[in-house]
Nanobody, 126 residues
């Protein structure tokens, strides 16, 4: 059974940076493609970034390209999301997601991901 745990959320001012971490346990981390998915109040879930298991190819939503960086450390079983130039529009609960079967064309679809963490709140306000 895959278990995911996020950490690193918090409240910051506009323009600040924040780094989220997700730890995977229960299975071989390197076998899973991973993603960060966020959900703002009253909005649908949005995949903001994904990274493939093989090759480590990265994918980003247009809304975060150039500001967010996804990365993974297979030796530590951890996934990261570095967020720069945060704005109030980035306020949301951020979830870590995993899948061993997701295909490239579905990476940016929330429904393509099988396993989810509990989420961590990110609030950006002045």
């Amino acid at each position: 059974q895959v278990q995911l745990a996020e950490s690193g959320g918090g409240s910051v001012q506009p323009g600040a940076s924040l780094k989220l971490t997700c730890s995977l346990s229960g299975r071989a981390f390197s076998s899973y493609s991973m993603a960060w998915v966020r959900q703002a109040p009253g909005k649908d879930r949005e995949v903001v970034a994904g990274i493939k298991a093989r090759g480590g190819h990265k994918y980003y939503a247009r809304s975060v390209t150039g500001r967010f960086t996804i990365s993974r450390d297979n030796a530590k079983n951890q996934l990261y999301l570095e967020m720069d130039s945060l704005s109030p529009e980035d306020t949301a609960v951020y979830y870590c997601a995993a899948s061993s079967t997701v295909i490239t064309s579905s990476i940016m679809s929330p429904s393509a991901w099988n396993y989810w963490g509990q989420g961590t709140q990110v609030t950006v306000s002045s």
